[in-house]
């Protein structure tokens, strides 16, 4: 094997290369690029990486910390998996036991989401936070109805941008973060490409709000891939012309493993595999609407909207710094920096440190949203909506806060932190923590 490997590689343009499944062998042909010179388009205090909920919390932070910021989204809205894969449960700002543990952006953000509801309309998912969470409410109905609301993905993205764009930070959409420029143990400049080609964008400091930890892929920091995404696609259609969602999904499992769930199973960071696992999803949610057809005999059932992004749960992640898992509910961090509870049942609250967010490599790249550094069931609590924006205020509130004194997030003091999150109504107390409870399991995320 090693002798016939030997032998190709002496053809200088014809490599051979093993997948590393076991499967196939396959030709690659390199292709040498030449060197270019790049313009510098744009230069910013801080450049948000990706606009799903945590690169709009984390620009929306940013700003209003007085930085100039640019938001890069490789599709033409915001929101991300919210808007543009439908997935429109604003899952639980509270620990089920009646206490707020996430406010902030988080809260502004669910609200946001409902503002524009005329009406509850459950079959299509749409339900306003419930009037107990609301001033004058009881501590029994809050203990009874969690913090959460559903929302029309529509409203939402145009909300976003109105808002976003309201507040001064400039939007890139259509813009692909492909590669990155550093010097020593900062990074410069984010190369990127749209219609008008390939060009770079300078800022002090970079948050990577991916999804995927593209930024921290590409700035060479330490990630953890997983494997055990499965077909999913939550979809809108019309029964009789009355809208309707259907939570279509494999199931998953939740500590994100193989474990339990139904394949096949796909990684997202894999070009190959995001191709094939959007094909198959598409094709497990018209089988969906086949059955919904036989089942409502008589009725007529018509698609309406699908998500037109890849809708993998987790992919790719930061997993230097601090690792948060599942055991560590209840445990206060020095360095916390926002708390987020745990949707899957009542009780348990984790809370999130700093640590979790900084990169360790390059000194001036936060992290957000579902790539942090969390495992297992924690990685599964903290990529939900209410962990994304809570990681997406911290996240750009810090690279405001060094972006003026040479931005080496790594020296940030996280009392400084935490005392101009506490500033902008984030929640960060030890006595929010609780202890774990009864389970209260609705199992759709
Ligand atoms: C089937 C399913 C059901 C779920 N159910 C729920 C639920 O009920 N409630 C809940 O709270 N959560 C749920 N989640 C989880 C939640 O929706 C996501 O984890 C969350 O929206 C992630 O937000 P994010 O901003 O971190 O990432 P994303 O929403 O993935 O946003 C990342 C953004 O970055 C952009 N981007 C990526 N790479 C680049 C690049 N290189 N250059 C430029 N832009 C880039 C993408 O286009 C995207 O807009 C569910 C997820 C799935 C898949």
């Not at 995927?212 to 696609?233: F, I, M």
């Not at 339990?260 to 094709?283: I, Y």
């Not at 020095?334 to 990169?359: E, F, Q, Y």
Request: aromatic residues 6%.
């Amino acid at each position: 094997m090693a002798f016939l490997t030997a032998l190709l590689l002496v053809q200088s343009s014809l490599l051979i290369c093993y997948d590393g499944g076991f499967e196939r062998w396959c030709l690659l042909k390199l292709l040498h690029e030449a060197a270019r010179e790049l313009s510098v388009t744009g230069s910013y205090d801080v450049l948000v990486a990706g606009g799903g909920v945590a690169g709009v919390a984390a620009a929306l932070a940013a700003r209003r910390c007085g930085a100039t910021v640019c938001l890069v989204e490789k599709n033409c809205a915001l929101g991300g998996l919210a808007t543009l894969g439908n997935v429109t449960i604003w899952l639980p700002l509270c620990d089920g036991r009646g206490n707020q543990v996430s406010g902030g952006v988080a809260e502004e953000l669910m609200r946001l989401a409902v503002r524009d509801l005329a009406a509850d309309n459950r079959e299509a998912g749409f339900y306003g936070i419930p009037a107990c969470w609301e001033s004058g409410g009881s501590e029994e109905e809050r203990r009874r109805q969690r913090f959460s609301a559903g929302f029309n993905p529509v409203s939402y993205l145009m909300a976003l941008e109105e808002l976003v764009s309201g507040e001064g930070v400039e939007i890139r959409y259509d813009t692909r973060l492909c590669s990155l420029a550093r010097r020593g143990e900062t990074i410069t400049h984010a190369i990127i490409e749209d219609k008008g080609g390939r060009s770079a964008l300078a800022a002090a400091v970079f948050v990577d709000a991916t999804g995927d930890a593209d930024l921290c892929h590409l700035a060479g920091e330490a990630t953890e891939v997983l494997d055990s995404n499965v077909l999913c696609g939550w979809f809108y259609y019309m029964v009789n012309g009355v809208l309707r969602l259907r939570h279509c999904s494999n199931k998953y499992s939740p500590s994100l493993t193989r474990e339990g769930a139904e394949g096949p199973f796909f990684r997202g960071d894999d070009p190959v595999a995001v191709s094939t696992m959007v094909q198959e999803s598409r094709k497990l949610m018209a089988g969906t609407l086949e059955k919904l057809r036989v089942e409502l005999a008589g009725a007529e059932v018509e698609i309406f909207t699908i998500p037109v992004i890849p809708c993998f749960r987790a992919t790719r992640r930061y997993a230097g710094g601090y690792t948060i898992v599942e055991e560590e509910a209840h445990k206060w961090h020095h360095d916390t920096c926002g708390m987020v509870s745990d949707w899957r049942k009542a009780g348990p609250v984790w809370a999130v440190p700093w640590r979790s967010l900084c990169a360790s490599g390059a000194g001036n790249l936060a992290v957000a949203g579902r790539c942090v550094a969390a495992a297992g069931g924690a990685w599964d609590v903290l990529r939900a909506l209410p962990g994304c924006a809570v990681t997406g205020e911290a996240a750009g509130t810090a690279a405001a806060l060094v972006a003026a004194g040479g931005g080496d997030l790594r020296k940030l003091d996280a009392g400084v932190l935490q005392a101009r999150l506490r500033a902008r109504g984030v929640i960060l107390g030890r006595e929010k923590l609780g202890r774990s409870g009864l389970s209260n399991n609705d199992g759709i995320a």
